[in-house]
């Protein structure tokens, strides 16, 4: 049973796109994240949600957009796709937030490629 | 602004040889230290964490890192490598005192060890 799950693992689409990625987690966590990796491997902070209230959200721009419908689910959908959009985006969760030491769950990653 | 450096991208071993990953963090107040690993085709799991006490940690499959505060640093060491220690380090930093748990990542250190 997966812990964190992720889909699509990969992703091709062309500029002007609209996507989504979707994320479960079966752990019973109440804190989820989205992180953006980037070629050069830095894993970046996008988006948190504790208890389905956005609690992180980081200078993204507002083409990206997460929605939470429930504690287990983390959705991210991103408009008008560009190629610096380009990446592989994960999805995490944690039982206590990390500022409390929390450990980080993380999904298996979905790699998105914009043409 | 917060930010993780770790000193070697890319550390090429042959087995049973001691490693030494560095990782600095540049944040002066009360910090969480993490350091994540990914093996080939899986996905991101903790090492090991420091959030308080003993400052020397002790974490899966005989890696162990040390938190010197003075130094900002907090480095992984392990004292014989396997070929089964192939993969992505990842050291990682969050405020103690932060309620939403933003944690910072390093660039990764891409470890390749030789039968």
């Known amino acids: 049973d997966t812990a964190v799950s992720q889909t699509p693992k990969y992703l091709v689409t062309q500029m002007g796109n609209d996507k989504s990625i979707k994320c479960e987690q079966n752990?019973?966590?109440?804190?989820m994240y989205w992180y953006k990796q980037d070629s050069k491997k830095f894993l970046k902070i996008m988006f948190s949600y504790n208890n389905k209230e956005l609690i992180i959200n980081e200078t993204v721009p507002n083409r990206f957009s997460p929605k939470s419908p429930d504690k287990a689910h983390l959705n991210l959908h991103i408009n008008s796709l560009e190629l610096g959009d380009s990446a592989v985006y994960f999805c995490?969760?944690?039982?206590?937030?990390?500022?409390?030491?929390?450990?980080?769950?993380f999904g298996e990653g979905s790699r998105l490629t914009v043409l | 602004a917060q930010s993780v450096s770790q000193h070697n991208h890319h550390v090429i071993l042959s087995e049973a040889a001691s490693l030494e990953l560095g990782c600095n963090y540049s944040y002066g107040g009360t910090v969480n230290l993490f350091w994540y690993v990914q093996y080939p085709g899986q996905h991101l799991q903790l090492l090991l964490k420091?959030?308080?006490?003993?400052?020397l940690v002790k974490g899966i499959k005989g890696f162990e890192a040390e938190f010197i505060k003075s130094k900002f640093s907090f480095n992984l060491r392990k004292p014989s490598v396997q070929w089964s220690d192939t993969a992505e380090y990842f050291c990682a930093v969050n405020h103690g005192s932060s309620n939403t748990g933003k944690l910072i990542f390093g660039q990764g250190t891409t470890l390749q060890v030789k039968p």
């Open positions: 995490a969760s944690s039982q206590v937030p990390t500022s409390r030491a929390g450990e980080l769950f």
């Open positions: 420091y959030f308080s006490g003993d400052p």
């Open positions: 752990l019973g966590h109440d804190t």
